[in-house]
């Protein structure tokens, strides 16, 4: 139990479509990652929020993009869904850069 | 280009015996190393981490060693139990305000047999 939670736990989108993930962390943790594991690989990481700023970027295009609310939720949107976009994304969160602490993650299917 | 590599996909070890696994970078800027397991369904969860100052750090049966001058790190687990079974990443990151950004390596399936 690391006290990270996401959702939808498992979703289907067609290509071309929008798709919003949520992460709610453990409560004061001020840090926030997001990390896309595609089938048999390891995570890759996506961006980074600290206090609601976006603060670092992995080489993911601008349709992956991000928010963090004060209430230490987070979130990840990507637009005009594209078949390679099928993988498992996980949200991590840290307070100040200590140890991350992982969800189990979000299981998309793009079709 | 995979700064990260664990080259071994698997490894299956008998109940009681050593488990080493294995994990290579390239990156010189790479100042702190960690080990993550995965279960099925669920996130990575913390094993055990090292930084670029030393060279061995021990936690129970967990046992990390890193290498620089190879640029290698390993993970010794003993005695190995059947819980051990289960996904190992190894992951890196250049530290301070990147400790969020970590580059994972493929994973090695662990499987340890009664």
């Known amino acids: 139990e690391t006290g990270v939670t996401q959702s939808p736990t498992h979703l289907i989108k067609t290509r071309g479509q929008q798709v919003t993930l949520r992460c709610s962390s453990q409560?004061?943790?001020?840090?926030v990652s997001w990390y896309q594991q595609a089938l048999g690989q390891g995570p890759q990481f996506i961006f980074q929020?600290?206090?609601?700023?976006?603060?670092g970027r992995g080489n993911f295009p601008p349709r992956f993009s991000g928010l963090q609310f004060p209430n230490y939720s987070s979130e990840l949107n990507v637009n005009a869904l594209e078949l390679d976009d099928s993988a498992l994304y996980l949200c991590?969160?840290?307070?100040?850069?200590?140890?991350?602490?992982f969800g189990e993650g979000s299981r998309l299917t793009v079709l | 280009d995979q700064q990260v590599k664990q080259n071994s996909p698997s490894l299956s070890v008998q109940e009681g015996r050593i488990s080493i696994l294995n994990c290579d970078y390239t990156?010189?800027?790479?100042?702190?190393f960690l080990w993550y397991k995965k279960y099925p369904a669920e996130g990575p969860t913390f094993l055990i981490s090292?930084?670029?100052?030393?060279d061995k750090n021990e936690d129970g049966r967990f046992t990390v060693f890193l290498n620089k001058s190879a640029k290698h790190l390993s993970l010794h687990i003993v005695p190995s139990q059947p819980g051990d079974s289960a996904v190992y990443f190894c992951?890196?990151?250049?530290?301070?305000?990147?400790?969020?950004?970590?580059?994972f390596g493929q994973g090695t399936i662990l499987t340890v047999h009664p």
């Open positions: 991590a969160s840290t307070l100040n850069y200590g140890e991350l602490f």
């Open positions: 090292i930084s670029s100052i030393k």
């Open positions: 992951a890196a990151t250049a530290g301070g305000t990147s400790y969020g950004k970590l580059t």
């Open positions: 409560s004061g943790h001020n840090t």
């Open positions: 990156n010189s800027m790479f100042d702190y």
């Open positions: 929020y600290y206090r609601e700023e976006e603060n």
